[in-house]
Nanobody, 120 residues
Framework: QLVESGGGLVQPGGSLRLSCAAA????????IAWFRQAPGKEREGVAC????????HYADSVKGRFTISKDNAKNTVYLQMNSLKPEDTAAYLC???????????????WGQGTQVTVSA
């Protein structure tokens, strides 16, 4: 089970750090991805980190602003989001991927996610 947290209301240009904590399994054994879904839009992949954390991948829309990281000791994956824009507003969800790199499909069930709202 994955539990997302850290969302909230932030002004444009602000920052948030999201957390994805695992229960019952070891995150370090899997590639983990963050997705987001805004109302009326399809779910989109935002960032991914490989099993050992040596590789990261980002959507073009967040590249240079978001950073994904993994703390295996805490069994948690983070998404540091800087320079937030109103178009980043969405529910953010994390997922376990089927491969050790970021090419696999989503293995885990979707959780409730954490809401990020960027507004003045």
């Amino acid at each position: 089970q994955l539990v997302e947290s850290g969302g909230g209301l932030v002004q444009p240009g602000g920052s948030l750090r999201l957390s994805c904590a695992a229960a019952g399994f070891t995150l370090g054994d899997f590639a983990i991805a963050w997705f987001r879904q805004a109302p009326g839009k399809e779910r989109e992949g935002v960032a991914c980190i490989t099993t050992r954390g040596e590789g990261t991948h980002y959507a073009d829309s967040v590249k240079g602003r978001f950073t994904i990281s993994k703390d295996n000791a805490k069994n948690t994956v983070y998404l540091q989001m800087n320079s937030l824009k109103p178009e980043d507003t969405a529910a953010y969800l994390c997922a376990v991927l089927s491969s050790t790199d970021c090419t696999g499909y989503v293995l885990s069930n979707w959780g409730q996610g954490t809401q990020v709202t960027v507004s003045a």
